[in-house]
């Protein structure tokens, strides 16, 4: 198992709980002790946890060392550039499909789009304020993941919001992101971020990341993939030419609005 993969595996198991035990961890991920030392080292170096005597516990998000903004700032933070985004985004929805809507802010602005131009789709999300946007909606079903509710996130993750992928097949994830280069791949503040976009990633015949431009060519701290898996970019109308040629160059289409 890969590094990267058993921080996902520790990070599951405090959110459950909010501690965790070294011991539990090498039974859980069939590692050595030493192993789970360094894992536990590195970890707490990246600001995901902090380490105890005989194991680990959650940070408080307050006390986080990585910068984190929680989900109603973001909401408020280049809301204009978000709006054009989802506007643009929605055309690439047809009536009849079913797509995935993460728990980021620009993932609840193509909600509130969809709502206003849609009357046959299915939606699935781990977003309470995606589910609060179009639960009501004429002719939008919605599903939800369930699992652990996040207050600062508004939304539900750990691996109970994964098991529903595995029976699911969506036409379109709209991914978004803290950061995506073609350097460094799609990127995320936390570890647990990124562990139901994953699934839904999976499920999903073509990932379409929505980011305002202020995204690209920008890395945040956790990387969840290459960009070799997304069919495409959609940004607004401030995204510079410099920011979007290393995504052509790399095979990836950007869509700006007409008229960028």
Do not use: W
């Not at 080292?41 to 990585?66: K, P, V, W």
């Not at 992101?177 to 570890?191: A, L, N, W």
């Not at 139901?196 to 701290?221: F, R």
């Amino acid at each position: 198992m890969l590094a990267e993969q058993r921080y996902r595996e520790i990070m599951n198991l405090l959110s459950k709980e909010g501690s965790v035990k070294s011991g539990t961890i090498r039974q859980k991920l069939g590692v050595s002790g030493e192993t789970v030392r360094r894992d536990l080292e590195a970890m707490e170096d990246q600001g995901l946890l902090r380490r105890i005597h005989g194991g680990a516990i959650s940070l408080e998000d307050s006390a986080a060392s990585s910068p984190y903004t929680s989900f109603k700032k973001r909401e408020t933070q280049n809301a204009a550039l978000k709006e054009e985004v989802a506007q643009l985004a929605a055309d690439y929805i047809r009536e009849g499909e079913a797509i995935a809507l993460d728990s980021g802010t620009t993932s609840l602005a193509l909600a509130r789009v969809i709502r206003q131009r849609f009357h046959n789709l299915t939606v699935v999300t781990n977003s309470l304020s995606v589910l609060q946007e179009l639960g009501t909606a004429p002719g939008i079903t919605v599903v939800v993941t369930g699992g652990v509710y996040r207050p600062d996130e508004d939304a539900f993750s750990s691996d109970f919001a994964t098991l529903i992928f595995s029976r699911l097949n969506v036409d379109t994830f709209f991914l978004t992101t803290c950061g995506v280069s073609v350097e460094r791949g799609i990127t995320y503040q936390r570890m647990d971020e990124i562990v139901v976009q994953d699934k839904m990633m999976q499920a999903a015949d073509q990932t379409i990341i929505i980011a305002d431009s202020s995204k690209l060519g920008s890395n945040s701290m956790v990387k969840m993939c290459d960009i070799d898996r997304i069919r495409m970019i959609i940004t607004d109308s401030k995204a510079t030419p410099e920011q979007i040629e290393p995504f052509q160059k790399a095979g990836i289409p950007v869509v700006v609005p007409e008229g960028t």
